[in-house]
T-cell receptor
């Protein structure tokens, strides 16, 4: 059982370049999300989705786009990378059906450096 | 609105001694509370969760946490630290409609001295 899979694990970009971080889950979870983790800041929510065709902004959405065409996939796009986007990015998913608030399942992270 | 405050950014204990990681929260609704652990260069893993059942929650690897509504706290404890417990720990609150919006604390790094 793969769980949440993120690619790539490492990426170096130059300022102004674009790229997409891929995220896929095989647990049929309705909810998927992207977080960034910076030292001393904890995890901050970038964008999230509660189902195919539905996305919404989190705490720090500027500079990032997302789409959700299938239940399984939730890519994160950087259209014009900036050094401030140097961070570790985590994709996470959970079930939001039923009364249980559920557990967030995390990918192993993607470390992005923007020069 | 909801928020989480982890009172210590870094805690250092000797192997075999108790661990206490402190977390206070605020929430407009009845919260769900979680502790996650992150080992170096890894994703986050759920340690335990409180969802309005028993106030003393037992998790994996001997950790437990007690929900205290009067103190708005959810401190994480373990009777005896092991070297493998060295990691960063995050307290997380979920509240509001749907309870799927989570707010993370800034983390507490636990060091275990041999």
């Amino acid at each position: 059982n793969a769980g949440v899979t993120q690619t790539p694990k490492f990426q170096v970009l130059k300022t102004g370049q674009s790229m997409t971080l891929q995220c896929a889950q095989d647990m049929n979870h309705e909810y998927m999300s992207w977080y960034r983790q910076d030292p001393g800041m904890g995890l901050r929510l970038i964008h999230y989705s509660v189902g195919a065709g539905i996305t919404d902004q989190g705490e720090v959405p500027n500079g990032y786009n997302v789409s959700r065409s299938t239940t399984e996939d939730f890519p994160l796009r950087l259209l014009s990378a900036a050094p401030s986007q140097t961070s570790v990015y985590f994709c996470a998913s959970r079930s939001i059906s039923g009364r249980d608030t559920g557990e967030l399942f995390f990918g192993e992270g993607s470390r992005l450096t923007v020069l | 609105a909801q928020s989480v405050t982890q009172l210590d950014s870094h805690v250092s204990v000797s192997e075999g001694t108790p661990v206490l990681l402190r977390c206070n929260y605020s929430s407009s609704y009845s919260p769900s509370l979680f502790w996650y652990v992150q080992h170096p260069n890894k994703g986050l893993q759920l340690l335990l969760k409180y969802t309005s059942a028993a106030t003393l929650v037992k998790g994996i690897n001997g950790f437990e946490a007690e929900f205290k509504k009067s103190e708005t706290s959810f401190h994480l404890t373990k009777p005896s630290a092991h070297m493998s417990d060295a990691a960063e720990y995050f307290c997380v609150v979920a509240s509001g409609a749907g309870s799927y919006q989570l707010t993370f604390g800034k983390g507490t790094k636990l060091s275990v001295i041999p």
